[in-house]
Each structure stands twice: as C-alpha cells, then as structure tokens.
C-alpha cells in the first residue's frame, strides 16, 4: 500500500511534543536540517557529483551533530528525534515512516564495496543509542530498545532488545509505536520464571514428603567459607 508523503514539519510536529510552533519546529529542529540537508547531499551523489555530496554531508554533521553518509537511501515520512549522535552508512536503506532517536548507528562490518550496511523497513522506531550493524533487515513495524545492538536481521511486527539483542514480543501493530521505553526486560522476565519454577518445586517436593510420611523441614544453608583478604591479591610479585 503506497505511503502519502507528509510535509517535513509536520511529521516533527506529529512525533516530538517540544516545538510550539512550525516556525519553532523548522528553525531549530536538528533532525529536520539533517534530514533536508541529507535530501541535498543525496541528489547530489545520485548525480555522481561526490566532493559537493560529501560537502553537503560535512556541513550537516557540523551543524547538526548527525552524520548521514549521501549514499544512503531514507523513505518517506523520515524522523530524526535530537540528531546528535546518529551516524548512518553509505549503504543503509531506510523505509516509510520510521523514527530513530539520538545516538543511533546503522553501521557496516566490512571494508569491501558492497552492500555492508542494515535495511531498515517500514514503520520502525529505534530507540536511542540503538546500533545496527551489518547488512541485515529489520523488518516492518519492529521496535528496538534503546542501547541494544543488533547484529541478526529481525522479523516483522517484533520488538528486540539487549546486547546483543533478543527478540522479546511479536506483535502484528502496524501504526507507529513511539513508546520505546515500554519494553520488556528479557533478565527479569528469566529471573521471574526461574522463581516461580522453584517455588512449583519447592512445594511438589513438600507434597511428596508428606505423602511419605517425612517431616517437612527446611534445612539452614551453611555459610560459605571466609576467605582472607591475603588469598585474594595477585599472586603475581610486582617488579622494582
């Protein structure tokens, strides 16, 4: 289904909350001049005209605080929420509506001239410090916990977060969720099971017990021993 092509400010009045006005929104959205200045720079590098497309690129990153290589291909409705930070590979493809946040890297693994950077689809949030690396593909409508790295390609309607990141919620959404700090943490979520497990546990072995007739009784952990603090240096002697 085709994507209507919003109006750049109106897609920054549409995600952030912070600017008041458009006039606000266009004069000092730094993700906005990143994205504009970037649309320059590409054309420029479609042309074959590179120098002028880096120059481009250059100024932007000094003004801005976001380096989007001219090569890179970026799809309609494109938001960059505070733009320091965000470095964006010569071969990273980035679909419709998708919204990253500062410090977000879609970066490369390899030095040959090749496709080397993530694909990114439709409707995707990538929360901030989030790095892609690799010329994987984060499918439609998948959101990415800030601080994750992702080195596998994800699939559609997923959510993934960590280091490296796991997939932790499959969800068939396809509106844009900026929510990225409603994210599941994959630890707990372990550690809660884990508890619950012992607890089943504990209280099957308790029916058992009874059934065979052996007083239930909880047995006191021994203490580990004390190590003194001379067995924890370094056995290495230092040199004078």
Do not use: W
């Not at 932790?168 to 099971?193: S, W």
């Amino acid at each position: 289904m085709p994507v209507d092509e919003k109006d750049d400010v109106d897609i920054v009045l549409e995600r952030d909350p912070a600017p008041k006005s458009r006039a606000e929104a266009l004069l000092f959205s730094q993700g906005l001049h990143a994205i504009k200045l970037h649309k320059m720079a590409h054309k420029m590098y479609l042309k074959k005209r590179y120098k002028t497309a880096r120059m481009i690129n250059y100024v932007s990153r000094v003004l801005t605080g976001a380096d989007i290589h001219p090569g890179a291909i970026v799809g309609k409705n494109f938001f960059i929420d505070h733009a320091t930070g965000v470095v964006i590979g010569e071969t990273a493809e980035i679909g419709d509506n998708v919204s990253i946040y500062q410090g977000v890297t879609l970066g490369g693994i390899a030095t040959e001239k090749k496709k080397r950077h993530p694909t990114i689809g439709n409707n995707v949030v990538i929360g901030a410090g989030a790095t892609i690396l690799g010329p994987i593909t984060i499918g439609d409508n998948v959101r990415v916990g800030a601080g994750s790295v992702v080195v596998k390609s994800v699939p559609p309607n997923s959510t993934v977060v960590g280091v490296p990141a796991k997939m932790v919620q499959r969800i068939g959404v396809t509106a844009i969720d900026l929510h990225h700090e409603e994210l599941p943490d994959p630890v707990v979520n372990a550690f809660i099971d884990l508890c619950h497990s012992l607890s089943e546990m504990e209280y099957r072995m308790e029916q058992i017990e009874k059934k065979l007739g052996i007083k239930h009784e909880k047995i006191p952990v021994p203490e580990p021993p004390k190590i003194k603090a001379s067995e924890l240096a370094c056995p290495v002697e230092e040199k004078h």
